[in-house]
């Protein structure tokens, strides 16, 4: 059986490992980044950046990767290695601070909304340590918002990190009107559920609607009524609760409050519904959850469809 608080967050850089691997000093001082927006100094960055390597390199990781959101709808990644030339070229793992709260990726190739011209690439991906970093296959995952280099955000964490600045200034304000000057910050949670289909592997292979678009473009149509209402909340089928089952235990690995499970209206579709929780975080573990289903389902020779 499964023992969830144990493994609960193994793969996160959480606060706990922070304090493990970090000075009490520079953990307070990453606080007061990620928490009361202070400045970032390159002194702190490398401090952080060879605590998070350490902690990477003892979970299995070779590589790290600035994590991020383009227009195009999936989350980008681009993966290097720790290795580096050490002196009488020695090979060392290295990771600093530079490399972590910035790195420049080919932007070309990304929607931009007719911001600049296809050969201006420019893109540049910046830490952003509200969110935790995070293991996965064998490589650090830094969370990063990306913009262009006179600031125009390229992404859709950059809107949310800003439309989240914008509502605490102005909650605040309201807030003293009433009276409540000891209100220092204000916050917003989410909790996306997530929909999704479970199909066959070989039945989907039969489907070039479902290979090229997604979805269903041809066959009988629908039921109007509630002809269907045996699935919903019925009993799991022994083979989707095996896949929920996995599912759930890497979702927990990775920190994601995965709640709740059960069968949905249509056949071969289910639900996974998280406890809610900070607005960002919450926004990255929902992207991160579309991506774990997919690689489970393909364990268990299904495929993964929403």
Known sequence: MTNIPEIFGINVFTPKVMKEKMSTETFAELQLVSEKGAPMTMALANEVAAAMKEWAIEQGATHYTHWFQPLNGITAEKHDSFIAYGDENNIIMDFSGKELIKGETDGSSFPSGGLRATFEARGYTAWDPTSYAFVRDGSLYIPTAFCSYTGEALDKKTPLLRSMEALNVQALRILKLFGRNDATKVTSSTGAEQEYFLLDREMWAKRKDLIYCGRTLFGAKPPKGQELEDHYFGSIRTR???????????????????????????????????????????????????????????????????
């Open 240 to 306: 989707v609760s095996a896949y929920m089952k996995d599912l759930d235990k890497e979702l927990w690995k990775l920190g994601i409050m995965s709640k709740t499970k059960h069968n949905e209206v249509a056949p071969c579709q289910h639900e996974l519904a998280p406890i809610f929780s900070f607005s960002n975080v919450a926004t990255d573990h929902n992207q991160l959850t579309m991506e774990v289903m997919k690689k489970v389902a393909e364990k268990h020779n299904f495929v993964c469809a929403r």
